[in-house]
């Protein structure tokens, strides 16, 4: 959700690999590079750095544009779209509830056609009248 934002992502040092955030005031807070040895740790900061490339390459996440498209406070999701003036396009689906949403869909997509789903690496094809898809607990879910 942070890099899909508008904005600029802040991250803690350590944050992309695992490292708590947690500062002790008066305290060094040294980095814990060790924590890189772990391989939970070692595939979020692949994951952090996955991310970040899909920020910088894809134009429709670093400008100000964005439309929330769809709001569940009952389901805990919500969707927004954003674009670039050059054509990208990024809609953002994001389940904040730890019920695995099956069969989901989103009535106002932008537009139909062929979209990338980014997270799970999915080609979906988005009919005039949308299309279902799942969305697991605690995740987002990027089409572009």
Same mark, same amino acid.
């Given at each position: 959700?942070?890099v ?10 350590g ?6 955030p947690?500062?002790t005031p008066? *305290? /060094? @807070?040294?980095?814990q590079?060790s924590?890189? %040895?772990n *391989? /939970? @740790? ?6 952090y %750095?996955?991310v ?5 390459h894809?134009?429709a996440?670093y400008?100000?544009?964005i439309?929330?498209i ?7 999701v919500i969707?927004?779209y ?6 990208t396009?990024?809609?953002v689906?994001?389940n904040?509830?730890h019920?695995y949403l099956?069969?989901?869909s989103?009535?106002?997509?932008p537009?139909?056609g062929?979209w990338h789903e980014?997270m799970?690496n999915?080609i979906v094809?988005?009919?005039?009248e949308?299309?279902?898809?799942d969305?697991?607990?605690?995740s987002a879910?990027v089409?572009?």
């Amino acid at each position: 959700m942070l890099v899909t934002a508008v904005g600029i992502p802040m991250l803690w040092m350590g944050e992309e690999f695992g490292k708590s955030p947690r500062p002790t005031p008066h *305290q /060094p @807070n040294k980095l814990q590079w060790s924590l890189l %040895k772990n *391989q /939970p @740790n070692h595939e979020l900061l692949e994951y952090y %750095k996955q991310v970040i490339l899909l920020r910088e390459h894809w134009p429709a996440l670093y400008t100000e544009n964005i439309e929330f498209i769809h709001e569940n406070p009952e389901a805990k999701v919500i969707a927004y779209y954003r674009w670039s003036d050059e054509g990208t396009r990024a809609v953002v689906v994001a389940n904040f509830s730890h019920t695995y949403l099956s069969g989901n869909s989103i009535p106002k997509f932008p537009a139909a056609g062929t979209w990338h789903e980014w997270m799970y690496n999915k080609i979906v094809e988005v009919g005039e009248e949308g299309f279902k898809f799942d969305v697991p607990e605690w995740s987002a879910q990027v089409f572009v």
